[in-house]
């Protein structure tokens, strides 16, 4: 079991960039698959990015070369650098494990909105 809290989102202007962080807890952190998850009202929610126990990362075709994930298994932080942002990644930002399930606890997210 992972708990997390978001944080890090806000507005900002079409081109600027955000950084995302995620508190977790729980001592199985390290061995977790952890990964940054968006959802915007009326739509599922999507995997933003994901990064592996041995750090190895993945994308979703929209945010590839623009956004980074990244975490530090000593403060259980996972992190999203978000730059360049554009109008269609506003969303509310998650963090889970990797894969998710119905079982899986969510936090409140933090909002990010991209809007001139």
């Known amino acids: 079991q992972v708990q997390v809290v978001e944080s890090g989102g806000g507005l900002v202007q079409p081109g600027g960039s955000l950084r995302l962080s995620c508190e977790a807890s729980g001592s199985d952190f390290r061995f977790r698959i952890m990964g940054w998850y968006r959802q915007v009202p009326g739509k599922e929610r999507e995997l933003v990015a994901r990064i592996t126990t041995g750090y190895t990362t993945n994308y979703g075709d929209s945010v590839k070369g623009r956004f980074t994930i990244s975490r530090d298994n000593v403060k259980n932080t996972v992190y999203l650098q978000m730059n360049n942002l554009k109008p269609g990644d506003t969303a509310v930002y998650y963090c889970?494990?990797?894969?998710?399930?119905?079982?899986?606890?969510w936090g409140r997210g933090t909002q990010v909105t991209v809007s001139s």
């Open positions: 889970n494990t990797y894969p998710v399930s119905s079982s899986n606890y």
